[in-house]
């Protein structure tokens, strides 16, 4: 796979794929520009080398065609902010009005294209929308790691209509980083996994088994394990139909040797609300009525003695919901473990949505050593699948 340091763009319109698909508020403002920050040195490298760039990426969920609260014209100012240069925009992504200002730019200038998701080809993978969008450029970069497992027009499809093609420096900066991980390993390794459900990472604990030599469970999933292990959790989140999926992971781990840890006690609380009354409980025992949603001073000792002794981390999943004052406290100890770990000599791998804002939250994003900015296409690299958005720049 050729990236753009193997190209030398004088003269040419690189097409590139990149993933603005960014956190807005109710005023239509970038409240979080860590994706569209990250992909700046490859615009810029292109831009330096006398080239011009046409950026097209999808936002959102939009459902019927056009919706202004999914237009990419709201990333205009944090990009030229970030860029240091003004941005051209078309509210089109394919038609006349993009072609005509995509062959009239010269070297040094942007264009931003509309919303790719406004057609419905786009997620289809239509190939004569595809086709349509391969005349824009004369060079198709793909720099949207985060979309690299869909097999879409923009991502995938369209790179058959171009005899040169290649990674942008976030792409092969996630894979270097990804296959770190996989292939060159430094003992012990641990994976820290948190989130609501055990169904979202059946595929990724099965593959960590045969890879680790710590998994620690935190968030809700951890209280399914609790329960499959005979544990009293209250009113705790529980996937009852994947009690005995708990019980063979937990034995899967054992016969590999792999240490399996669970939280030991919760911050539980009466309500799922801000302002709850909470106190400590062992997750043996958790009262009816009550629910866990954090884990407790106990379970952060042991996690941080088990994180701390590690060589390389693997972070996916929040311990809690961090997003609450009152249930922030495990997810910040583990996050403030892996920084301490990586400053000890350990490689830091964090990825998955809210690991990620749970890491820039705490102000540790430069502590540790890499932030995926792709979540579900960096889990199905580890799941061991192949991701068609890099097999089509092969």
């Given at each position: 796979m050729k990236t753009i340091k193997d190209y030398n763009f004088s003269g040419r319109r690189a097409l590139i794929r990149v993933d603005f698909n960014v956190p807005l508020d109710q005023s239509f403002n970038v409240t979080d520009n860590t994706r569209i920050k990250a992909t700046i040195p490859t615009i810029k490298k292109i831009l330096k080398d006398g080239g011009s760039c046409i950026l097209m990426s999808h936002l959102g969920r939009p459902k019927n065609g056009h919706e202004t609260k999914y237009s990419l014209k709201h990333t205009i100012s944090?990009?030229?902010?970030?860029?240091?240069?003004?941005?051209?925009?078309?509210d089109d992504c394919i038609g006349q009005e993009a072609k005509t200002k995509s062959l009239a730019l010269k070297a040094g200038q942007v264009l931003l294209l509309e919303n790719l998701r406004f057609y419905k080809e786009e997620e289809k993978g239509d190939l004569p929308f595809a086709?349509?969008?391969?005349k824009l450029g004369t060079i198709y970069v793909n720099d949207a790691f985060g979309t690299a497992h869909r097999a879409h027009a923009s991502t995938?499809?369209?790179a058959q209509f171009f005899e040169d093609k290649c990674a942008g420096l976030i792409m092969e900066s996630e894979l270097e980083n990804a296959k770190r991980v996989v292939e060159n390993v430094?003992?012990?390794?641990?994976?820290?996994?948190?989130?609501?459900?055990?169904?979202?990472?059946?595929l990724l604990i099965e593959k960590l088994i045969d890879r680790v030599n710590n998994i620690i469970i935190g968030g809700g999933m951890a209280y399914t394990f609790l329960k499959a292990q005979g544990c009293s959790v209250g009113n705790s989140m529980v996937e009852n139909?994947?009690?005995?999926?708990?019980?063979?992971?937990?034995?899967?781990?054992?016969?590999k040797g792999v240490e399996f840890h669970l939280p030991l006690d919760s911050i539980i609380a009466d309500k799922f609300d801000a302002n709850a009354n909470t106190k400590i409980s062992s997750n043996k025992t958790i009262p009816d009525g009550w629910l866990g949603l954090d884990i407790g001073p106990k379970t952060c000792e042991q996690f941080n003695k088990i994180i701390e002794s590690s060589k390389t981390i693997l972070w996916n999943g929040p311990m809690g919901v961090f997003e609450m004052k009152l249930f922030e406290g495990g997810t910040k100890s583990v996050a403030v473990s892996i920084a301490n770990a990586t400053k000890k000599g350990a490689f830091s791998l964090i990825g998955g949505g809210d690991s990620v804002a749970a890491i820039s939250k705490f102000g540790l994003t430069d502590k540790v050593s890499y932030v995926s900015t792709g979540g579900g296409a960096l889990l199905e690299y580890f799941e061991g699948k192949e991701l068609p958005g890099v097999v089509a720049l092969s």
């Open positions: 944090t990009i030229e902010k970030l860029l240091g240069i003004k941005v051209d925009f078309v086709e349509k969008l391969s995938t499809i369209i430094e003992n012990p390794f641990t994976a820290i996994l948190g989130g609501a459900k055990i169904s979202d990472k059946i139909d994947k009690l005995d999926l708990a019980k063979r992971l937990i034995e899967k781990a054992k016969d």
